[in-house]
C-alpha cells in the first residue's frame, strides 16, 4: 500500500505529537514479576481494562498538550478572530480535491491549534467559554459538510488523526453527538489492510477512538495491531528489514523518512502504554532498538539524515532529523539490555557535552547501502540494484529531480549541515560520488523511479571498515564504482566507463554548500578566488575540513573542475512550492570524462578531517596504494592498517600486500594481517547463497606462502541475508 501525503500542512498529530518532559519523566518501569526473575514484565495487550484504557487516554491527551511556558501565537489568536459564525474560514475551499495542494487542509490544523491554547493552563485563550463554543462549532462544520480529497491518504489518515486529536483534547466537553460523529469519521483508518508506517498511523488511529470511545478491547486490538507490526518484514514486504533498514513504497530505504515516523509513533504508543495491559513485549522491543541502533543511528549526523535515506522527503523545506532526540529519548527511559546504547544516541542527538561518538562500518545488503562513521565524520554510499529502486516516484508534484540519487551516491559530513538547503540549487546530474551523463535536455519527472537494471551492487563489512561496489548501468552510461572506507582516508575508483553518446560524461566529488576557503596544490596558502575553473594537474583540493586528492598515474583523459561560486534555483523545481529564485554559494568539484568515453577510469582519495595541510601531506605520502582498478577487478591495500579491499567483478587474482587472493566467482574480499593473525571478510555482491569462492594465500613466518585451510567448507549466508557478509579469523603457521 502506498502512502501518498500532503506537503504544506502535515496534520499535527504527526509532527509535533511527542511526549514532554513532564510526562515521561512518570511514566513508570513495569512492573516486576517472579516470574521473571525480578526483571521487567511486559504484559501482552490483552484483558484490558477501564483503568489501563483511562491510563492511556490521559498519556495521549497530557502529550498533545504545549510544555509549559506556553503562549499563544497570534496566529491562532487570528484563526478565532476570522472564523466565521458556522465554524468555517473564508479561506478554505472545502469543495476542492487537489491532491497536491488541497486548499480545505488548514481547517483541522487550526481547530486543533485552538484546543491547544485554550486546553493549556495560563494562555490567553484557556478557560473562556466563547473559544470552547468556536472549538466545538469549527469541528461540528467539518464533520457535517464532511470534505474528501483525491489523496486516499487525507481521508483515511490525515483527517482522522486530527479529528481524534481534537476530541480527545476536548475530552468532555465535546457534546455526544460530535463524539460519536467524530468516531464513525475515524473507521475510515482500516488498520487490516495496511502495512509499515500507514499501518501504525491507522492502528494508532483506533488507540485513539477506542480512548474517544471508551471502549478497551477496541484500543487492545489496535496496540496488537501496531505491534504486529513491529516485526522483520518477510522478502518483498515493506517495513523493518533483516538489516535493520526500513523499506516503503516497495524495496527502497525509507528509515529517514516513512521509517523515521514509524520509530516516533511506535516508540510514543509504547510509552503510552507502559505499566499497563498494552505494553510493548520484550521481544518486539528488542526489534524496535535493533532497527534504531544498528540502523537509524548509523544514518545521519548531528540534526540531519543522510539524503539517501529519505526517499522523496529530503527535498522537503525543513526536513530534518531533529525530531529523533525525542523519539530516542523516549526508548531511553524504556528497561531494557541495550538501554544504556539508547541513551548515549539520545546524548548524541542532543548534542550533549561528552556525548559518546559513532564509529564503525556497516552495510545493509536488503538496501544497497553503507554506512561509515568516524569521531569526526560520516561518509555512506547508496546504490541500487535488480532488488532495489533507486527513489521514489513522482508524488503529489514532488519529487522532480532525484534520479540519480543512488548511482553510487556519497554522502559527506563532519556536523550534518553541509547540504541544508542547498537542494533547489543542485545541479541535480551531479550529484555528490555520482557518474553521469551530462544531456542538455531536462530530467524528466515521471522518470524518476526505476529498479536498478544490475545484480552486482553490494558490499563488504566487518563492522569498522569496508567496501561498497556497483556495476552502474544508466541508459546508455555504465561503469564499474566503488568506494573503499578506511580512518583517514577514503578511497574512490572508477573503472569501465563508456557510453557511445556525444554528450560528456561527468563523476562528482562532492557539491555542498561553500562554507569558507578553498586551496589547491597551485597555491596551498591562498584561498581560491571564487569562479569556476578548469584545475587537471591539480595534485590536491581541500574545502571545509574534506581533502580531495589525485594520485599519480590515475587521471589519465580525465580533466578535472571546480567551481566556488553562487549557483540559482527553486523549490519549485523540485516539487509543487515556490517558484521564487533562489541563490547559494556552493562548492562544486567534479571529474569531466569527455564525450564518448570508452573503458575510462578515475581514481580519488578524500581525507576527512583534513586541514589543507594535511591533504597536502597525504598528497606527498598516500598510505594507500591502489592495486588495480579495471573493469574486473579493483583493488587497494592500506599500507599503515595491513588491510587490502577487492572487488571481484569477475573471477580472477590479486596480489594485495604480499598476501595473494583468487576467486571463482563475482566476490567482496576485505582482509587484515596482524602479527600471525588473519582476518577475512567475504560477501556475494549478487546477493546470493554459495561456497566462499575465494582462496587466500598469506606470507607465514619463513615467508613461505600458506593457505588460509577451511575456506573451501565456508557458505556465504542464504535467504534474507544473502550478501550480508561472512567474516573469519585465522592463525597463519
Known sequence: MKTHYPIAAMPLALISLVAPAALTAVIPAPAASAASGGKPSYMAPQNASAEDLAVVRQRLRESFLPGAGYQTPTSVEDTLKTMRPDGSWADQDYADTNREVWKASAHLGRVVNLARAYYAPGTSLSGRPEVKERIIASLGYWLRVDPKNDNWWHNEIGVPLQVGTALLLMGEDAPPPLREQGAALMTRANMTKMTGQNLVWTAQIQVMRGCITNEPALVAAAYDRMWQEVRYADKGEEGIQRDASFHQHGPLIYAGGYGQGFTADVARFASYALGTRFALAP????????????????MLRGRQWDHGVTGREFIRVNKSAAGMASTVSLLAQIPSPRQAEMREFAARLKGEPGAKPLSGNRHYWLSDYMAHHRPGYFASTHMYSTRTANTDGLTNGENKQTHHIADGAMYLARDGEEYVGIYPVWDWRRIPGTTVEQRPTP?????????????????????AYGAAAMDLKYDDLSAKKAGFYFDDQIVCLGAGISCPTDNPVSTSLNQTLLRGPVRTSADANADLPRGTRDITGAAWVWHDGFGYVFPKGHQQNVRVHLRNDAQTGSWGELGPWSTEPVTKDVFNLWLDHGARPENGTYAYVIVPGADAAKTAATAVSLPVQIVSNTPGLQAVWHKDLKMGQVVFHAPGEVQVGGITITANRPRLVQIRREGDKVRLAVANPENEPGPLGVVVQVPGKSNRPERLTGLERLQLPGDLEAGKTLVQEFTVP
Not at 284 to 291: C, N
Not at 446 to 463: A, C, E, H, I, Q
Request: charged residues 25%.
Open 283 to 298: 521481544e518486539k522491543l528488542a526489534i524496535l532498538e535493533t532497527y534504531v541502533l544498528d540502523g537509524q543511528q548509523w
Open 443 to 463: 530530467l524528466e519527472p515521471k522518470l524518476v523511479r526505476r529498479m536498478g537494471p544490475t545484480r552486482f551492487v553490494g558490499g563488504v563489512s566487518d563492522g
